[in-house]
């Protein structure tokens, strides 16, 4: 038992007092008088009930002091005090890896002055037996230590030192959320933790963290925020977008055009003012140079400043010399179809690809038809004597079956049929074979190691083989005889054809870091490496990777044609990490749990409950005397 105010007992002087009282009260004085029977008799009554009344007065002293008593704990409150958790000195710090930690003042990151910082807050908390969580956010947060104790304090200390030579810190952005929730949880388990956050962001808003600035006033930084190859009227433009952060300043963008028009290097530079954080765009007109370029390997931008932050001093572009695509049309009497619908997917992908498309009929050129030197082979009508091996193959309307194709022709058939779907395949993506007529075909009785994707009144009439050694198309029917050639599922067809034999590896030539990327492939692998010579290898697509580092990465492969295909792509720091002061809005809330007040049990109401009792006692004992 407790008592919430101890002077309540003060009131116990009251017991004192009402001895005083019973000591001064005058006691009953005997008196002789004359008296008759009655006086006599009454006498006689009375003195029968002295011992009973002493017992009465005693009773009635006792509670009296009873209820003296009980008014004395009631002002003094008395409880049983519930058993308390005493409070727990428990810290957790956040480290912000975001790239703009990377941002140095005098040879110091603010990244090594946050792992610093921490090391002295660790320090004072396993001083005073406290506990101390650390959570790295990087490009996905993560615990580097979670309630570490004094006991831990040498391992601890040694491993926040690794942390600044193990590159921790990324080159992308940093998940400060997903580092604040994994914080929650350890004040979800003590609520009296402080969670802080050593950065160089401001925040308006940071409700329940305590943002750490380890930001240095002398810091800025100029940087190329992005870089982009423009064609007008055939030439190249590059537009380059420029900023300064934390200083106003006159910068020279330099612009070195590598390979320009298949020769050497043409360099470009032009002066531009940053002032108040603005972004500033100059644009490389390459008309105005002494070389117009409309073809290029690789452009580097760059700025020569001693700023606080060199990663993205530099941006490279990638994109001027796209892959060759090299098809070959072969027919006897050329049909407008299949020369129009290469035409019109040469313009659609001239933005991916370099295609160079050659058409050979027997009204233009006798020679011996070519079986090597494509990537992409269709011969209609007339089939070659042997099957190309180095490109796909697509055979329209075959007379004969090319040596070392495993099909037997059969007869022709006429009449007027609809189309139906065999197995599914990405080569009949988007197809309506029901609403397809076709008047005539050519029977196939063995198609070994084919598979057939559409039907014409039972028999295969559009079938696929994928091997190592040769991707062969059939189509045993000339688009004379169809009504497809005339809608849509005709370009879709040949589209789906280059989609999936001769995909774009790259679908841009610049990422972000820390950006995931889909890669396809014309070969059975292709490798990807990095500037820092980190190199990985797929066989399987499309194949995912996510781009850790900053720099140039150099893909390469070798498709059936067996030249090997080099392509390059860059990786910048995403631009928001370029602004080196920036300022967010608000940063994900802590959410404290409610502490709950202390449940003792108060005998306040006990002690009332006596008092009432003793009053009514002590009211009965005076009425019975009385």
Not at 119 to 139: C, D, P, Q, R
Not at 273 to 288: A, I, P
Not at 296 to 321: L, R, T
Request: aromatic share 12%; proline share 4%.
């Amino acid at each position: 038992m407790s008592w919430l105010t101890p002077l309540g007992f003060l009131g116990l002087i009251g017991i004192i007092i009402l001895i005083i009282i019973y000591i001064l009260k005058p006691n009953y004085q005997q008196k002789f008088i004359s008296s008759t029977f009655v006086w006599e008799l009454s006498l006689k009554y009375r003195r029968k009930k002295i011992p009973i009344n002493k017992f009465k007065n005693i009773l009635l002293f006792i509670c009296q002091v009873l209820v003296i008593t009980a008014c004395a704990f009631i002002l003094a409150q008395p409880i049983i005090a519930e058993n308390e958790k005493p409070e727990v000195l428990e810290k957790v710090a956040i480290i912000d890896a975001s790239a703009s930690m990377r941002s140095t003042y005098n040879d110091v990151t603010r990244y090594e002055r946050a792992v610093s910082e921490v090391s002295t807050l660790a320090e004072e908390v396993f001083a005073e037996n406290g506990y101390m969580t650390v959570i790295v956010a990087g490009k996905e947060a993560s615990y580097i230590a979670q309630r570490a104790t004094a006991e831990d304090s040498i391992e601890f200390l040694s491993m926040l030192e690794d942390l600044v030579d193990d590159d921790t810190c990324t080159y992308g952005k940093a998940d400060i959320e997903g580092a604040v929730k994994l914080a929650q949880k350890v004040v979800d388990a003590n609520g009296d933790t402080e969670v802080l956050l050593y950065t160089g962001t401001e925040y308006l808003a940071h409700e329940g963290v305590t943002v750490v600035d380890v930001t240095e006033n002398g810091e800025w930084n100029a940087a190329i925020l992005d870089a982009e190859a423009l064609v007008e009227e055939n030439y190249y433009t590059f537009k380059v977008s420029v900023a300064v952060y934390n200083r106003d300043a006159d910068v020279i963008v330099h612009c070195d055009i590598k390979g320009a028009n298949g020769g050497g290097t043409v360099k470009m530079e032009l002066p531009v003012r940053c002032n108040g954080d603005e972004t500033e765009s100059v644009s490389f007109v390459t008309q105005n140079s002494q070389t117009a370029v409309h073809e290029f390997e690789s452009v580097h931008v760059y700025i020569s400043e001693d700023d606080s932050f060199a990663a993205d001093n530099d941006f490279y572009i990638y994109g001027g010399q796209k892959p060759e695509l090299k098809i070959l049309y072969y027919s006897p009497n050329a049909n407008i179809f299949f020369a129009g619908m290469i035409m019109s997917i040469r313009d659609t992908l001239s933005t991916r690809w370099n295609i160079e498309y050659k058409e050979i009929n027997v009204e233009t050129e006798t020679a011996e038809l070519p079986v090597s030197g494509y990537d992409f082979y269709i011969y209609e009508n007339e089939m070659p004597d042997i099957l190309p091996t180095d490109g796909v193959v697509m055979l329209v309307n075959m007379n004969k079956a090319p040596d070392g194709l495993p099909v037997i022709m059969g007869s022709e058939v006429n009449g007027n049929f609809n189309l139906a779907y065999g197995e599914t395949h990405e080569l009949t993506n988007r197809l309506t074979p029901e609403k397809m007529y076709l008047s005539k075909y050519k029977r196939l009785l063995n198609y070994e190691g084919f598979t057939p994707l559409l039907y014409c009144a039972g028999d295969p009439v559009l079938l696929v083989q994928e091997t190592e050694e040769q991707k062969v198309v059939l189509m045993p029917f000339s688009v004379n005889f169809a009504d497809f050639s005339m809608f849509v599922d005709f370009p879709i067809l040949m589209y789906n054809i280059f989609e999936y034999f001769m995909p774009s590896t790259l679908t841009d030539y610049a990422f972000d870091v820390n950006e995931k990327i889909s890669l396809e492939a014309r070969s059975e692998s292709l490798s990807v490496e990095s500037s820092t010579g980190k190199k990985e290898t797929f066989e399987q697509f499309p194949a995912g990777l996510v781009l850790t580092e900053y720099g140039t990465y150099t893909v390469r492969q070798i498709p059936m044609s067996g030249v090997e295909v080099v392509e390059n792509f860059f990786v910048k720091i995403p631009s928001s990490e370029s602004e080196i002061n920036k300022t967010l809005d608000e940063l994900y809330e802590i959410i404290f749990p409610v502490k709950r007040e202390n449940e003792h049990l108060d005998l306040l109401i006990y002690f009332a409950a006596a008092l009432v009792a003793l009053l009514m006692l002590e009211r009965l004992l005076q009425a019975q005397d009385s």
